[in-house]
């Protein structure tokens, strides 16, 4: 079975990156068939069908996953939705909506839509009828280099939680806070499942431990700043999350009794009250000593760093290696790093 991710181009390589951290997280064996221009086709196994739904409930950086039914040329498109069986797709009803991911495809989009509803209407006689509105059953059609995938829309990923759920919008705020979509990314990256523990030694206003909370991990956090240990269990509360601890802690003396699974965390830059006065280089480096006594062997930690700041040097001495990173640019003088370490 063929599937296509519809992924967020916001970044080049986080999508994708967060695909497949999550297909490995729940156990899904899949092989990369393409990644074209925001267009990621996977090889799956048809016993996976049902779960998609679940992969695309955890992602962040995607918009769209597909049941892929035809792949064609552009020019082909129309023969060959005369020729598909949509009676085995269309069993309520529908809608078919196209998607152009370049800007070279010669159709008009709203007379195609119209032309390929046809086409199913008279495939499948008077059994179900079209609904725009909120149809059970989605088409979506992807134009892209010439080419046409139609696809059956097995999920689609809501940005309304990222919306309802920024920084300024929670009970307790503070300036300088992870936006939720790259705090949800960065927990997927570590591959973590449904009852696994996640730590944050950084926890600020809890944006981290809120995404992990969310796909069923069970989260600890600890900051130095007992303001923010009090607002994060605030915003936990608030996002209706209770399997968690939080504490005051300053992480390099961080003890805990039982070693944890994950670690996320986006520790403070320069020196202010949050670091305890610490310059950033030097929190870091003890800070990622400390780690490696919190977490289990094979654990994955995803830390965002400023660019500045040499983390290949910080591993020096340690049990860490860097996985994968990912490189954000924020503004002219400043590119935040996402690395992914293993221990």
Known sequence: MEVALILSREHPTLPQAEVEAVLQA???????????NGL?????????????????????????ILRVLIQTSEKHLINESKQYTWEKIIIADYAVRIKKLDKNSIYNTSKLEREIGDIIKSNIGRKTEVNLDDPSIFIRIILLNERAL?????????????????????????PGSMSPKLARCMVNLTRIRRGDTLLDPFCGTGGILIEAGMIGARVVGTDIDPKMVIGTE??????LIKDFQVFKSDVRNLKLPFKVDAIVTDPPYG?????????????????????????????LVCIATPHYLDI??????????????????????LTRVISLLQK
Do not use: W
Not at 274 to 294: F, K, W
């Open 26 to 36: 729940e156990q899904l064996k899949y092989k990369v068939k393409e990644e074209l």
């Open 40 to 64: 990621l086709i996977l090889n799956l196994s048809r016993k996976f069908l049902k779960t998609l739904p679940i992969i695309g409930q955890r992602l962040s950086f995607t918009h769209e």
């Open 150 to 174: 139609v696809g059956h829309r097995i999920a689609s990923i809501s940005k309304k939680h990222f919306f309802e759920l920024k920084p300024h919008k929670r009970p307790f705020f503070y």
């Open 234 to 239: 605030i915003n936990l509360q608030h996002c």
């Open 271 to 299: 020196i202010s009250a949050s670091t305890g006065g610490e310059r950033s280089n030097e929190l870091y480096q003890q800070s990622i000593d400390s780690m490696q006594n919190l977490i289990n062997k094979g654990g």
């Open 312 to 333: 290949q040097d910080m591993l020096q001495g340690t049990n860490f290696q860097i996985i994968e990173q990912h490189h954000i640019r924020m503004h002219k003088s």
